[in-house]
T-cell receptor
């Protein structure tokens, strides 16, 4: 069990650029979650997958955001045409099953949009 | 809709003192309740969770929490705080029809020697 890993850990970009983040869950965890955390706030749910199927998306996830988990293993979160309001910590978590199972969080990717 | 309120933004205690962090939730049915801790530069770590049964839940690092349905609360307690407990603490609620967690805004704990 190597834990949930996220890459990159930090990303600085200019407004209008596209960025992509990667999350590698704990192996054999079929649930994978994305949350966003801004300064002074708790994590806010964005979306989650069961294997490769995206089961739920938050209204926070505008059309500029897209997430994939093509083979049911790692996941990517892409933000197109970034805005300053996208600056946040993007957290990934995985779990073996549903809400009754512990969600294990990665260290996050901190995005700064200039 | 589910929601979580953590009324205390920042709490300061002396090492060795007892600790209670407050959490109130809003949910129509029996909630699934969680406490997570976030240390600087580290990911969120689950301290404990409540689904059903005994309303006093024991967790890791000497923490416990009590579910009180009548008060819609799930407060986190520790009898004697250590300097290493300084961190941000988040209460979260889940539900049967979704796997997502709804987090509170967090309480930052500062521990003085």
């Amino acid at each position: 069990d190597t834990g949930v890993s996220q890459d990159p850990r930090h990303k600085i970009t200019k407004r209008g650029q596209n960025v992509t983040f990667r999350c590698d869950p704990i192996s054999e965890h079929n649930r994978l979650y994305w949350y966003r955390q801004t300064l002074g706030q708790g994590p806010e749910f964005l979306t989650y997958f069961q294997n490769e199927a995206q089961l739920e998306k938050s209204r926070l996830l505008s059309d500029r955001f897209s997430a994939e988990r093509p083979k049911g293993s790692f996941s990517t979160l892409e933000i197109q045409r970034t805005e300053q309001g996208d600056s946040a910590m993007y957290l990934c978590a995985s779990s073996l099953g549903g809400v009754l199972d512990t969600q294990y969080f990665g260290p996050g990717t901190r995005l700064t949009v200039l | 809709a589910q929601s979580v309120t953590q009324p205390d933004i920042h709490i300061t205690v002396s090492e060795g003192a007892s600790l209670e962090l407050r959490c109130n939730y809003s949910y129509g049915a029996t909630p699934y309740l969680f406490w997570y801790v976030q240390s600087p530069g580290q990911g969120l770590q689950l301290l404990l969770k409540y689904f059903s049964g005994d309303t006093l839940v024991q967790g890791i690092k000497g923490f416990e929490a009590e579910f009180k349905r009548s008060q819609s609360s799930f407060n986190l307690r520790k009898p004697s705080v250590h300097w290493s407990d300084a961190a941000e603490y988040f209460c979260a609620v889940g539900a049967e029809n979704t796997d997502k967690l709804i987090f509170g805004t967090g309480t930052r704990l500062q521990v003085f020697p």
